[in-house]
């Protein structure tokens, strides 16, 4: 059953069953109520009489109590002296008899009074009148009228009451059965603070809570597939990277098991495997760098990065020291919340990157100030607006060093860009003129 038709259902039910209490305690509690109250202002009628007549001189009582006899229609006098004689209503006066046949209420009081004189009367009030017992009789053959009148308006009241009490859940409900399409911009309408208001409140609230969900499941649905694609191109490009040299050192394997040709100096192409073993042993050790940094757990501390800086890159600083390059340090105290292992891996590259591409004697600055790290070298061979475009792919070296003379990879400016990703840090590979190429981490944190 709808609530539209339960309430109309309850709020008739409940006025009906209140006009009914009503008219049952009408007839039954309000003719006791009339009588008393009625009995009660004739008794203060009389007593009041008596106090008017008490004390006065004999002619003032005798002509001042037929007026009081007929103030009030409901009470009847009757002054007698000391020996029972009737002094008033006299022979003069027409005597009203009470019967019993026309009131359902009778009775009497006596009180004495005593003239100014020092007669003493005996004045007796007796009271009659109709009570509403009879007229609530009449009243109920009335009563199946009423009754139909009562249930009409009853039914019209709670009709009325019940599709507008109604129509603010009705609103709710469809609107919240066009959210079933998850578009943005519904809302159910809020009227006044009551219990229906929240309730429309709370469903726009958790509306929007669910917009915000589906949002971010789309983005994070579309964040992995683009991992997925990334990941599926790595491993095509691992693929390829391991194929070509893995491919040469079997024929240079089959050339000496079978000593074709010079392939019999066995020496000099055992070398020559070492060194494609020791290059796919680095490529192999990056590609797990960097798989491990991809699928690993990332967990954040506070460090001075100042102080992690001086105590690693020794071995760097070495390596720039034995090609004699102009080297410019400058280290200034920086807190960094970050993963110390994979920020300092990252910065490391950087920093290697620089040693191992600038030209003999060229110039290395390495500073770290006002939240920032700044990293630039006098590249041999430096970076055309092209190559800065694919530098961070994975597997990616420029022409000049295709050959692999340099000891790359390809994956380090990869594993650079997932760390700093990872992070949230901003940063730019540029150049700066004058063969200067520029690399530069800002830790500090967006607002």
């Not at 890159?313 to 102009?326: F, G, N, R, T, V």
Request: net charge negative; aromatic share 8%; glycine share 6%.
């Amino acid at each position: 059953m709808g609530i539209v038709r339960k309430n109309f259902l309850i709020v008739t039910s409940m006025m009906v069953a209140t006009f009914l209490l009503i008219l049952g305690l009408l007839y039954f509690v309000m003719p006791i109520y009339y009588n008393q109250v009625k009995l009660q202002d004739l008794r203060k009628s009389y007593l009041s009489i008596v106090k008017d007549l008490d004390g006065h001189p004999d002619a003032e009582i005798f002509s001042k109590i037929g007026q009081l006899d007929q103030a009030e229609p409901n009470l009847y006098l009757i002054l007698e002296d000391d020996v029972g004689q009737v002094l008033y209503p006299d022979a003069q006066t027409e005597r009203v008899y009470i019967e019993s046949d026309n009131y359902d209420q009778i009775g009497a009081w006596t009180e004495g009074i005593k003239s100014k004189e020092g007669h003493q009367y005996s004045l007796q009030g007796e009271y009659a009148f109709q009570s509403l017992s009879d007229i609530s009789q009449t009243l109920v053959t009335f009563y199946p009228f009423v009754l139909v009148l009562v249930f009409l308006l009853v039914s019209i009241v709670a009709l009325v009451y019940s599709r507008l009490s109604n129509r603010r859940i009705t609103a709710i409900s469809e609107t919240t059965r066009q959210m079933q399409s998850l578009e943005a911009g519904l809302s159910c309408q809020v009227e006044g603070q009551d219990e229906v208001s929240r309730l429309a409140e709370d469903v726009n609230a958790l509306y929007q809570h669910l917009l915000g969900n589906m949002e971010e499941l789309k983005r994070e649905n579309e964040r992995t597939q683009a991992r997925r694609k990334q990941e599926a191109d790595f491993v095509r490009m691992t693929s390829h990277e391991l194929k070509t040299p893995i491919a040469s050192m079997l024929g240079l394997v089959e050339g000496m098991i079978y000593n074709v040709g010079d392939f019999r100096n066995h020496d000099k192409y055992l070398q020559q495997c070492r060194d494609i073993l020791q290059e796919q042993s680095s490529l192999v050790q990056s590609v797990l760098d960097a798989t491990t940094l991809d699928l690993g757990e990332q967990k954040d501390e506070e460090f001075d990065l100042a102080a992690v800086l001086k105590q690693h890159l020794m071995p760097s600083l070495q390596m720039a020291q034995l090609k004699e390059l102009d080297l410019e340090l400058d280290l200034e105290a920086c807190p960094v919340r970050a993963n110390q292992t994979f920020l300092l891996k990252a910065i490391k590259n950087i920093v290697d990157n620089a040693i191992r591409y600038t030209h003999h004697g060229g110039l290395v600055r390495i500073l770290l100030k006002d939240q920032q790290l700044l990293v630039e070298n006098q590249a041999e061979n430096p970076l055309s607006p092209a190559e800065l475009e694919q530098v961070f792919q994975p597997f990616y070296r420029p022409d000049y060093s295709r050959a692999k003379k340099d000891g790359g990879t390809g994956i380090g400016l990869y594993l650079v860009q997932q760390v700093l990703d990872k992070h949230g840090f901003a940063y730019r590979f540029e150049a700066a003129g004058d063969r200067l190429m520029r690399f530069t981490i800002d830790f500090k944190q967006p607002e």
